[in-house]
Each structure stands twice: as C-alpha cells, then as structure tokens.
C-alpha cells in the first residue's frame, strides 16, 4: 500500500484534536473525516463531518481512530472491524474486562485488521532510554520498581464524564494510573500478586482519588505505585533499581507543560566513599515524540503487515486486569462502593 493510509476519528475532543495533529503531520496518512456530538468544534474545516460514527466508518477511510469516552470504545471498534477497517482506539479501550474481551473477540474474527491501543509513554524518550538500560544487562537484573503519577484535577466541568463511573469505569488509577501500570508491565512482565488501597480522599466522586498498590510477579520483582488525583504538585516518576545500579525518569513533556520537565538519570551503585551517593548521568528530554511515533508503528503495522508491538490488545486486557485486581484487593473500598451504589439506585 503505497498510497496515503485514510483516516477518519470518532470524537473529536482533546484526543481527537491530538490525533487529528499526528495525522496531518504524517506524510503516510491523510484526515478524510470525522465526527464528534458537537459539530461545531473548530479546527476541522478541512475534513468531511459526519453526524455518527457509523458514518465516519461508511466514508472513504482505511483505518478509524476512536477517540470518545471509554462507554463508547466497544462498539464503534467492532463496528469499524466488521466493516473492514483498522483501528487505533485510545486507552482504556472500555469500561471493564468485558468490554475489552469484547474488542479481542472481534480482533480474533478479523485478523486481517490491525487493532492498536494508545499507550503512548511507553514512546517516551526517558521511557525508550530506561528500556534500552534494562535491557543492556549493564546494571543486572531489576530488583524493584516504584511509580509516582500524579495531578490536581480535572476539567473543572460539573459534567464531566470521567466523573460518571457508567462511562468511565474507574477513577484516577483507571483514568492516569493504567499508563504506570502499563510501564511496570513493560519492564517487568506480569504481576501475580497484589495487595492495594484505594480510597475517595478529598474529590466530591464516586470514584478513586487515590489508590496505592504493590505488586510482585512470579521472579520476586516488586513494583509500588501511587495514583494520585490530588498531587498538587503535578508528578511523574518512575524508578528502576536494578542489581548493580539504577535508571530514573523524572518529569514527563505533557502538553501543558504542567510536569517537571523529563531528565532521565542512571548510575552504577558505588562502594568505598561514594556508597550512596553514584556519579549519575543526566539527560534532559525536552519534547514528546510519542504521538508521532505510536501512529508511525500504527501505520507500519497496516501497510507491511508487521504485528503491533506496543499496545496491543493483551496489553490493554493484563494492564486493564490489574487495575480491577486493585480494585478488589481493598475490601473497605469495595464495601465503599457497594454503600454508594445503594444510595444512587435508592
């Protein structure tokens, strides 16, 4: 396929206006149309707008990015997959286990398409430095891992569906957390054991504004992570701390610029007069190639046939695993819940 892989984006909101810049940048990819519950949305004079999603996948497209609340995800996927097209879908790709082994069933029906999920920090440079480290064998085997993801708040809207567990799903630990969760599973493997807390700390929600967890696979490696909605001091961190020494990313280059900026850090663990305290290397990442880089793979992936390697859909189904496994694993939490939910049906 030599010409122009054609797209079409189902919801045009912040994602979809980060997407729609990826694919108008490409050379290999050209916008055709789109759709979204407000028309009127500016910045897309230049594609087709169509007034549903099933209109969108009807055009003149090859692939659909799907780009709407998490409710929505299951079906326009496998209404694109049944019409023959690829798809990039945001993550979390649903609200639930049910939603995403839905999405496999289909992609198992067709597999002829490509079904990508957007996990885009593992396209971090700090990230794609720390994973070249690791997987030198310079510094030995890892020992643990700890994660810090942190934000203040929300849009500030009062409707806010990431507010509405109906359409969401989850909290702040389903909404930021998943990408840490996703990282730790990108260094480590998968996790067979965890004990969590979760907890509604300050937001006036039904769901998460807090949850830590910790986390151990089957080689004894642990991981420990706190998702935070109320870090008043936006963070990212994630540490690696390995036989022989460590590697840090430190800031993330977000499109607010409201994290530090990203520095990644490694050294060599020291004896004799610098015990704990190693000469580190410093490396200042200053912009985010992940958007372009997570549709370059997409692209690749349709047009040579080469299989997805980040985000696929058994990323999405174990990372999306571990959220609900943390979930479960604080019982105050779950009886929280319950109560809750009591007191919306009565």
Same mark, same amino acid.
């Given at each position: 396929?030599?010409?122009?892989?054609?797209?079409?984006?189902?919801?045009?909101?912040?994602?979809?206006?980060?997407?729609?810049?990826?694919?108008?940048?490409?050379?290999?990819?050209?916008?055709?149309?789109?759709?979204?519950?407000?028309?009127?949305?500016?910045?897309?004079?230049?594609?087709?707008?169509?007034?549903?999603?099933?209109?969108?996948?009807?055009?003149?497209?090859?692939?659909?990015?799907?780009?709407?609340?998490?409710?929505?995800?299951?079906?326009?996927?496998?209404?694109?997959?049944?019409?023959?097209? #690829?798809?990039?879908?945001?993550?979390?790709? $649903?609200? &639930?286990?049910?939603?995403?082994?839905? *999405? %496999? @069933? +289909?992609? =198992?029906? #067709?597999?002829?398409?490509?079904?990508?999920? $957007?996990? &885009?920090?593992?396209?971090?440079?700090? *990230? %794609? @430095? +720390?994973? =070249?480290?690791?997987?030198?064998?310079?510094?030995?085997?890892?020992?643990?891992?700890?994660?810090?993801?942190?934000?203040? @708040?929300?849009?500030?809207?009062?409707?806010?569906?990431?507010?509405?567990?109906?359409?969401?799903?989850?909290?702040?630990?389903?909404?930021?957390?998943?990408?840490?969760?996703?990282?730790?599973?990108?260094?480590?493997?998968?996790?067979?054991?965890?004990?969590?807390?979760?907890?509604?700390?300050?937001?006036?929600?039904?769901?998460?504004?807090?949850?830590?967890?910790?986390?151990?696979?089957?080689?004894?490696?642990?991981?420990?992570?706190?998702?935070?909605?109320?870090?008043?001091?936006?963070?990212?961190?994630?540490?690696?701390?390995?036989?022989?020494?460590?590697?840090?990313?430190?800031?993330?280059?977000?499109?607010?610029?409201?994290?530090?900026?990203?520095?990644?850090?490694?050294?060599?663990?020291?004896?004799?007069?610098?015990?704990?305290?190693?000469?580190?290397?410093?490396?200042?990442?200053?912009?985010?190639?992940?958007?372009?880089?997570?549709?370059?793979?997409?692209?690749?992936?349709?047009?040579?046939?080469?299989?997805?390697?980040?985000?696929?859909?058994?990323?999405?189904?174990?990372?999306?695993?571990?959220?609900?496994?943390?979930?479960?694993?604080?019982?105050?939490?779950?009886?929280?819940?319950?109560?809750?939910?009591?007191?919306?049906?009565?």
């Amino acid at each position: 396929m030599n010409d122009p892989l054609k797209i079409g984006i189902v919801g045009l909101g912040k994602m979809g206006g980060i997407r729609a810049k990826t694919v108008r940048d490409n050379d290999e990819t050209v916008l055709v149309s789109g759709t979204d519950p407000d028309l009127n949305r500016k910045g897309f004079d230049d594609i087709e707008l169509l007034p549903d999603y099933q209109s969108v996948i009807n055009s003149d497209v090859d692939a659909i990015m799907v780009c709407t609340p998490n409710r929505f995800i299951p079906d326009v996927t496998i209404a694109a997959l049944e019409a023959g097209k #690829h798809v990039f879908v945001e993550k979390p790709p $649903g609200r &639930n286990m049910e939603d995403i082994s839905r *999405i %496999m @069933e +289909a992609e =198992k029906a #067709h597999p002829g398409q490509v079904v990508k999920v $957007g996990f &885009n920090h593992r396209y971090h440079y700090g *990230i %794609m @430095e +720390a994973k =070249k480290i690791v997987e030198s064998g310079m510094y030995g085997k890892i020992l643990w891992v700890r994660g810090v993801y942190g934000k203040a @708040e929300g849009s500030g809207k009062p409707d806010e569906w990431r507010d509405n567990p109906d359409i969401s799903g989850g909290g702040i630990l389903f909404d930021q957390g998943i990408h840490m969760l996703d990282l730790f599973r990108h260094f480590c493997g998968e996790f067979s054991e965890i004990k969590s807390m979760v907890t509604t700390a300050f937001w006036d929600t039904t769901l998460e504004d807090n949850a830590f967890a910790l986390l151990r696979n089957d080689d004894g490696r642990i991981a420990m992570l706190h998702s935070s909605f109320t870090q008043w001091k936006h963070r990212f961190l994630i540490e690696i701390f390995m036989e022989d020494g460590y590697v840090i990313v430190d800031g993330m280059p977000s499109s607010t610029r409201s994290y530090r900026d990203e520095w990644i850090y490694h050294a060599k663990k020291h004896t004799g007069y610098a015990i704990g305290n190693p000469h580190e290397e410093a490396t200042f990442c200053n912009i985010d190639p992940s958007w372009d880089m997570e549709l370059a793979e997409f692209v690749d992936c349709v047009k040579n046939g080469n299989p997805v390697q980040n985000g696929t859909t058994r990323d999405a189904y174990e990372t999306m695993n571990l959220v609900f496994k943390i979930y479960a694993g604080d019982e105050k939490w779950k009886a929280e819940q319950r109560e809750k939910q009591k007191k919306l049906k009565g």
